[in-house]
């Protein structure tokens, strides 16, 4: 582990936290705009119009972030239908989410092995106020529950299913060794998220 993961691990400033939450909230609203502007060029305008500003402290900034995503998804939905508009926005969000994580792997210094990983995947969720577990089971597969998430409370169930690509895209910048897929989430009904990180087959 290098002292970069192990200082930042141990205790992270608020001012780098909210940098975190900026540099998500840029990469993930200029994906949505993108796939706005080649769908529904129309809806843009307004929607950047309806963004609140992202100031304040890490819960208003979520809040903000959330909204802003959700009025994305939303137009997204309505031009595409539900189905069309999930698979589009996961298939422009996983690159972004793994650009985040590689520059995430660089600056800390992550290591190969799964508990850098896991160190790293808690400060990048902190900026977002996400809580987890993390179960290690044979096979080299790890089995993550989220029993908070800030983001939970302000997001659709379709912003969810869209914005959590991004989060598997982190894991596979992180590690290209793993890979991430979230096959429960609360704003679906359950009280937890739910995600298998399995060793890929090389």
């Known amino acids: 582990m290098s ?4 200082v930042a691990s141990a205790w992270t400033p608020r001012r780098t936290l909210g940098e ?3 540099s998500v909230a840029t990469g993930t609203m200029a994906a949505l705009d993108g796939l706005l502007e080649m769908q529904a060029p129309g809806r843009l305008g307004a929607v950047r119009g309806a963004d609140q ?4 402290n890490l819960e208003r900034r979520r809040a903000a972030m959330a909204s802003a995503h959700n009025a994305r998804v939303k137009a ?4 595409l ?4 508009a999930v698979e589009a926005g996961r298939k422009a969000l996983f690159p972004i989410g793994k650009r985040l ?3 995430a792997r660089e600056r800390l210094g992550v290591g190969d092995g ?3 990983l896991e160190r790293a995947a808690r400060i990048l969720y902190r900026a977002l106020g996400i809580d987890f577990t993390l179960e290690k089971r044979e096979g080299g597969t790890m089995l993550m529950r989220v029993h908070r998430c800030a983001l939970s409370h302000h997001y659709t169930e379709e912003s969810c299913l869209i914005l959590s ?5 982190v894991v596979a910048g992180l590690n290209p060794r793993y890979a991430m897929r979230f096959d429960q989430r609360m704003t679906g009904g359950p009280a937890e998220c739910r995600a298998c990180i399995s060793e890929e087959k090389r």
Do not use: I, S
């Not at 500003?53 to 304040?56: L, Q, S, V």
């Not at 997204?76 to 031009?79: M, N, P, S």
């Not at 239908?81 to 069309?84: A, F, L």
């Not at 690509?165 to 895209?169: H, P, R, S």
């Open 81 to 84: 239908g539900r189905d069309r």
């Open 3 to 6: 002292l970069k993961l192990w």
């Open 165 to 169: 690509a991004a989060d598997e895209g």
């Open 114 to 116: 799964p508990d850098d």
């Open 20 to 22: 975190m939450l900026d």
């Open 76 to 79: 997204l939905v309505e031009a």
């Open 53 to 56: 500003p992202m100031d304040g």
């Open 101 to 103: 994580g590689e520059e």
